[in-house]
């Protein structure tokens, strides 16, 4: 009997033990596998992504224009004018196989709207002129394409890398002002005048100029033409023509300017950086432009103009063109006495 009931409380205690244990590991898997939680509000759990501002209209896109490339996705620097002309809007352009621009000479690409206008200047650097050009641009906080010479940038380099540094466009000009449409060009002599005149701005500048090219003289050689194409440099001609070059005093700049405008209501105007009148009658050519509502276009290219390698070591070798020295200042200039 004793035996018996020994192990009826043996079985009993045996029971009570597995059921703890059981109870308990039971437990703990449940808690492991799902911790305790807090239930964010809905408008919580995934705070909206904030709204990207819609991106600034200064690159529009017309005809042969590309898509606006990073390099030119930059903030604009402020303008201490607040009153200043401007720029409307920045247009850059595929020049794959040549394309012109300007009325004048070239009637495909129509990409100006109304009262939209595109300053262009020829024949710098020049001491004075240039300088001069460039305070009234900078004035009004606008932007130009400059066609310098080759020779004179050879001349003038400082100069051409303050058109270059203010944010000007600059494509190039020949060499040295040939006409390349005249009877005695020959195509190799148009084609070393359009080569040696870009590798002379490239040496100037120390950087690649844009791949935009102005004939001297509007005189468009087919010959030139084609070369030019298969170049890819674009090619411009103008819609009007201040004719800068013949006026008596800056006055008359003003008013051939603006009275051509106001008969187009647009256009490439074609002016000289290299005229004295004309860097004197820009600052009141700008102020008629914007209180005539006129508003200006910048063009840029789509990549820098890759100039031959054989026209750049000539250039060297031939011309001195001033090198900016690597010496520092303290190994060149001693003071000796104060």
Known sequence: MRHALGLLLASLVTAVVIAAIWFWTSSRRVELAAPNTVTAPQAERFAA??????????????????????????????????????????????????????????????????????????????????????????DECTKAVFFPIGKHATYHPEILR????????????????????????????????????????????????????????????????????????AIFSCDLD????????????????????????????????FQKHTAEALPTLLQRLKAGGYKVVQMKAKAPMQTLPEYDEALIK???????STRPVSSVVQTVSE
């Open 162 to 233: 303050q058109v270059a540094a203010a944010g000007h466009t600059v494509g190039a000009h020949t060499w040295s002002h040939a006409n390349l449409n005249a009877k005695k060009m020959t195509d190799q002599i148009a084609k070393d005048e359009i080569e040696k005149g870009y590798s002379a701005v490239k040496l100037a500048l120390g950087a690649a100029p844009q791949p935009f090219f102005r004939f001297p003289e509007l005189q468009h050689g087919p010959a030139a033409v084609a070369y030019l194409g298969t170049r890819n440099i």
């Open 49 to 138: 992504a904030p709204a990207k501002p819609q991106a600034a209209r200064d690159v529009e896109v017309t005809a042969s224009i590309p898509d606006k490339p990073a390099a030119l996705a930059q903030p604009k620097a402020a303008c201490a004018n607040p009153d200043a002309l401007g720029v409307a809007r920045v247009v850059v352009i595929d020049t794959t196989g040549g394309p012109g621009f300007g009325f004048e000479h070239f009637k495909q690409l129509d990409f100006l709207a109304d009262k939209e206008v595109v300053l262009t200047f020829d024949d710098g650097p020049w001491p004075g002129n240039t300088p001069a050009v460039l305070k009234a641009l900078a």
């Open 318 to 324: 031939d011309v001195k063109v001033p090198v900016a």
């Open 242 to 273: 201040s004719f800068d070059f013949r006026a008596k005093n800056a006055d008359q700049i003003v008013s051939t300017v603006m009275t051509k405008l106001d008969k187009q209501g647009k256009g490439i105007i074609l002016m000289h950086d």
